[in-house]
């Protein structure tokens, strides 16, 4: 199964980072939102994102230009007919999800490869809402796109072998490591990572320490880059929640129980640095 043309459906801030990063390593893509702003800050996002790269020298300005130029921006779904490969990336609700691969299956071609960038839902659950189950799998993607390395490849009990083939080699054409997991809610990343973030939040809900602190000693005594509640903002707290509740009702387990204080933050809409507020404060 070759795979020569995108469709990315979503032109948030996953969605656009999919698109920039398969448009840089050559391929043709389209990008979809029901939104014409949307699609216009995304390639605002995408120029600017492109524009750094070439300051730092990491890119010159051809290639930045030549990126743009394979970005198609479209409104209608109906664009996706002709893709090899159609990823979604939008809200993280299952309802929505299963809707739009409903939707793909009456336009796409049948040997076309419907690709979820979902961060905890089964893929299983998503692949029986197509009519073709085999050709769907997932592509988790972290943020941000165009810089890190890892996407996390999950195969669904339908995805065939040829799919999920096509899908790693496609994934290192890209510049990107692919890794492959069976299908299991949360995946593997987030389900370590998720849980962790969570703790963090718990311990600020318990006063044990100030959230800056939890973090240092995070970076300082585990030696994180991060800590988990600035690398939580930059998730964003939502995306954070949305996860532990999939585990949580997915395992039906209570250690993936969120924090009370993580529903409260997401409630008052401080959700980490796209909402300006969260552990930390992000002026815009």
Known sequence: MKIETIGIIGAGTMGNGIAQTFAAAGFPVIMQDLSQ?????????????????VKKGKLTPQDAHATLSRITCVTNLEAMADRDLVIEAIVEKLEVKAGILKNLDAIC???????????????????ACSAHPGRVIGMHF????????LVEIIRALQTTDAVAEAITDVTAAIGKTPRVSKDSYGFIVNRLLAPLINEAVNCVHEGLATWDDIDDMMKLGANHPMGPLALGDLIGLDVVLNIMETMYEGFDDPKYRPSPLLKQMVHAG????KSGKGFGAYPA
């Open 37 to 53: 702003d949307a699609l216009d800050r995304a390639r605002q996002t995408m120029e600017t994102s492109l524009a750094r790269q």
């Open 109 to 127: 071609r049948e040997d076309a490869i419907l690709a979820s960038n979902t961060s905890s839902i089964s893929l299983t659950q998503l692949a």
């Open 142 to 149: 972290f943020n941000p796109v165009p810089m890190m390395q």
């Open 270 to 273: 401080w959700l980490g640095r």
